[in-house]
């Protein structure tokens, strides 16, 4: 299924029987920064597809509106943004930094070349591949509480 944003806005405004008016008034008092210049011609065009805010304001409309982030980020094709050569360039840069990283922990000359990737995982697939790590740290907490309480007796 495609995403149209003008399709989510206008399915969550009859949900939360919003008018447009309603909606400018609450997105200006939500983050006034964001949505200062916001009018009545510019939310049309949002209703009607003309025109799409930036996936940020996007966000922020989801937020005020009080919908569920996470099944609005599920539902959200990231590949038809477009992202800046600022963003580009900080993400090369973090990966850059990432692969250095490994060579820089490797005692033996580098035989093999090493490099990262940037997944997103839905949670299950995430517990799956750092479950172990979150059962140590839970450990470490109680140990800490403990420990935490025999000193304040």
């Known amino acids: 299924m495609d995403y149209k944003f003008n399709e989510e806005l206008k399915s969550w405004s009859i949900e939360k029987n919003i008018s447009r008016n309603i909606l400018i ?3 200006q ?4 920064e ?3 210049g916001l009018d009545s011609i510019t939310l049309s065009r949002w209703f009607t597809g003309k025109t799409t805010p930036s996936l940020y304001k996007q966000f922020l409309i989801a937020i005020c509106m009080e919908i569920d982030i996470v099944e609005f980020i599920l539902k959200i094709d990231t590949s038809k943004f477009k992202s800046s050569s600022k963003d580009l360039k900080v993400v090369s840069n973090f990966i850059r930094i990432l692969d250095y ?3 820089s922990l ?3 000359p580098g035989i093999n070349k090493f490099s990262s990737k940037i997944e997103f995982d839905d949670r299950v697939t995430h517990i799956d591949k750092f479950g172990f790590f979150i059962v140590i740290l839970v450990l470490y907490l109680i140990i800490l509480r403990i420990y935490i309480l025999k ?3």
Do not use: D, T
């Not at 008092?29 to 006034?32: E, I, R, V």
């Open 25 to 27: 008034s609450k997105l």
């Open 29 to 32: 008092l939500f983050s006034y």
């Open 34 to 36: 964001e949505f200062e």
């Open 101 to 103: 990283g490994l060579h």
């Open 106 to 108: 490797s005692y033996k």
């Open 151 to 153: 000193i304040e007796m």
